[in-house]
């Protein structure tokens, strides 16, 4: 029989574990929404930056836009994950990039909208390995890349850090999916590329700046 103090202790950690997963998905909105005023922040909240990226793909020597949008659900997509440079990326923590429009992100334009600061990105997506050092494995076929690093100016209120080049192929065939493998991550500069969208879609954020993120692995050992 459960006793009256075990049923307390099962609705604290119930109402902690709700507590965190809403407190995990404001985290990722404010993460994917666009500032409604440049780098100026309202109240208490901290001035950010609209980091834009985008990810392509080579698969069997075919190159392909790296999708970032998750609809439809069948469709081979790319998730995000960022953090701090502390620890490693937890792969259950990655979510849908900001999508600037259906156009773009079919084309593998993504944002995410960060404070000033030093951050590590990788990549994860499902029915996916990611055979570079560094990189995570999860349950199910989910994996990640490894991460880049990423510096976003304290002066930027809009910053572009490059295009994420995927190398892969297509690994292992399984009942109703097929399993691919990605090996080699490279950041190349699209920058007039870049302009063009910022200009068309982003401009009320005045200029774009360009620091490209550094695929060498971000220091996450202290």
Not at 119 to 140: D, E, K, S, V
Not at 158 to 186: M, N, P, S
Request: charged share 15%.
């Amino acid at each position: 029989m459960r006793t009256h103090g075990s049923r307390v202790i099962g609705q604290s950690l119930l109402v902690i574990a709700i507590a965190l997963a809403v407190a995990c998905a404001d985290g990722t909105k404010k993460m994917t929404t666009l500032p409604k005023e440049g780098n100026a922040g309202s109240g208490n909240e901290a001035p950010t930056t609209v980091v834009l990226f985008k990810v392509v793909v080579t698969e069997d020597g075919k190159p392909m836009p790296g999708i970032l949008s998750t609809v439809p659900r069948w469709k081979w997509h790319y998730r995000v994950n960022v953090g701090g440079t502390n620890q490693p990326l937890d792969l259950n923590s990655a979510f849908a990039a900001g999508q600037i429009d259906s156009n773009t992100g079919a084309i593998g334009w993504g944002f995410v909208t960060l404070p000033p600061g030093t951050y590590q990105l990788a990549f994860a997506a499902f029915r996916t390995r990611f055979a570079m050092p560094g990189a995570r494995r999860g349950a199910l076929g989910h994996g990640q890349s490894s991460a880049s690093r990423v510096e976003v100016p304290a002066d930027a209120n809009l910053l572009y850090i490059g295009t994420f080049a995927f190398d892969c192929h297509k690994a292992d065939r399984w009942w109703g999916y097929v399993e691919r493998e990605c090996t080699q991550l490279q950041v190349s500069n699209e920058e007039e590329l870049a302009q063009d969208v910022a200009s068309t879609f982003l401009s009320r954020f005045g200029a774009l700046q360009t620091v490209l993120a550094s695929t060498a692995p971000a220091d996450s050992s202290r």
